[in-house]
């Protein structure tokens, strides 16, 4: 290993000071990924500062139609919310499927948001209910956050705080996972929004990141019917292709997951 130092930040301001000191610096979180990458010498940081204790950034609460999730909360703690599996079921069940027990309980969702993994749960959830992102310094729409392949538009030093949801009527995800690391082969969450709106957002498959599927919410916005998906699908050129599935599987993925998801959001 090579030399690294530690900081556990107390406070948002703390963590802020000690990145602006830094040669290299980063934020860790649960420290699932970055401590992977750090060990397969993909990222070498000087400093590692700690943002998975700062109180601010932990835990649920509702702000009027909106349940908001503290940057650090672990996948465990949005899992066993009482108020989320209240107002957003779908969010706190979708992350009860994140890997295991111990990726559960010490990964986050501001750290999953951050690292934009085009396999991870949390970006169709976010991109699915319209979410928008907190920093240290402003807010941006999920439309506007997911940029590319583990490519996001916050900045180099930006601190995410929290995510905001507005409460959905109705949403349903529906996960294929790979069978070894448990991430999202496909994942596809479908939530009818409080206007009537239909969003559908895709993970795991698009060659770009997560992606909303606008024909399919064209579709289910005039007809919300297993009928509607019938004759849609995605173009493959747009797929991801890697060693767990070919493009064409994944376009394939793509329609099945979302009618599955459809159905368990018309069985309600
Ligand atoms: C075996 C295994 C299986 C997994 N399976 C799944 C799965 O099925 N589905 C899934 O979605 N994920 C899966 N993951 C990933 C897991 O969910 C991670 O928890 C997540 O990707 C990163 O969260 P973290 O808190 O550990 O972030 P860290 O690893 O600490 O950080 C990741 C990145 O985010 C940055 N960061 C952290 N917090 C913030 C913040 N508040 N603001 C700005 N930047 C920040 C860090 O600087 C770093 O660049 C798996 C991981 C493992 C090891």
């Not at 995410?160 to 349903?172: G, L, S």
């Not at 206007?195 to 990141?209: E, F, Q």
């Amino acid at each position: 290993m090579y030399d690294v130092s530690y900081h556990r930040a107390r406070t948002v301001p703390d963590a802020l000071e000690t990145r602006s000191q830094g040669d290299d610096p980063t934020y860790v979180a649960g420290g699932q990924t970055l401590i992977p990458t750090m060990k397969a010498r993909l990222a070498a940081p000087s400093e590692l500062i700690d943002v998975s204790k700062i109180e601010d950034l932990i835990g649920v609460c509702e702000e009027g139609s909106q349940v908001i999730v503290g940057a650090s909360t672990t996948h465990a703690a949005v899992n066993s919310s009482e108020l989320l599996s209240r107002r957003i079921p779908s969010l706190s069940a979708l992350a009860g499927q994140i890997g295991d027990p111990m990726v559960r309980h010490r990964g986050t969702m501001g750290g999953s948001v951050a690292n934009n993994d085009p396999s991870a749960d949390y970006p169709a959830a976010v991109m699915a209910l319209g979410a928008t992102v907190r920093t240290d310094r402003r807010e941006i729409s999920a439309d506007e956050f997911f940029v590319d392949l583990f490519e996001t538009a916050l900045e180099e030093d930006e601190l995410i705080t929290a995510i905001a949801y507005p409460v959905p009527k109705r949403a349903t995800y529906a996960k294929f996972p790979n069978p070894a690391s448990r991430y999202a082969m496909v994942g596809v969450m479908v939530a009818e929004l409080e206007d009537g709106l239909v969003r559908v957002a895709v993970t795991g498959a698009g060659s770009s990141g997560v992606f909303r599927w606008t024909d399919a919410e064209t579709a289910l916005s005039e007809t919300m019917d297993a009928s509607a998906l019938k004759e849609l699908s995605v173009d493959a050129d747009d797929m991801l292709e890697d060693l767990h599935g070919s493009a064409d599987y994944r376009a394939h993925l793509v329609a099945v997951m979302t009618r599955r998801a459809l159905q368990s959001l018309l069985a309600g």
